[in-house]
């Protein structure tokens, strides 16, 4: 198995395990996941910017990438806009300002 599997199986395995406690247990479990999500964003960029690893794949498995990663980030996206929407006070939310809490 390559280096690159058996990490993202750790990963897996880590985060599958998580199961917070307390205000500190649920921030570390949630950079566990950030961290986790953020290194499989990085192995993707290498794999899209390299041609030709790209042309090993056929157009439907392309599709099959892109229809998943299309609706991971959309699911993603809308989770952070909540998230953030959370975080922002009310009353600069009603004005358009972006402000977190501070």
Do not use: V
């Amino acid at each position: 198995m390559s280096d690159w599997i058996k990490s993202r199986e750790e990963a897996k395995e880590r985060i599958s395990k998580l199961s917070p406690k307390d205000r500190l247990d649920y921030i570390s479990a949630c950079f566990e996941c950030i961290n986790a999500i953020g290194r499989s964003n990085l192995g993707w960029l290498q794999w899209l910017s390299n041609p030709s690893l790209m042309s090993m794949f056929d157009e439907a498995t392309l599709k099959e990438f892109f229809e998943k990663l299309k609706e991971f980030a959309l699911s993603y996206i809308e989770f952070d806009i909540e998230a953030t929407k959370k975080g922002m006070r009310p009353e600069l939310l009603e004005r358009g300002e972006r402000r977190p809490y501070m």
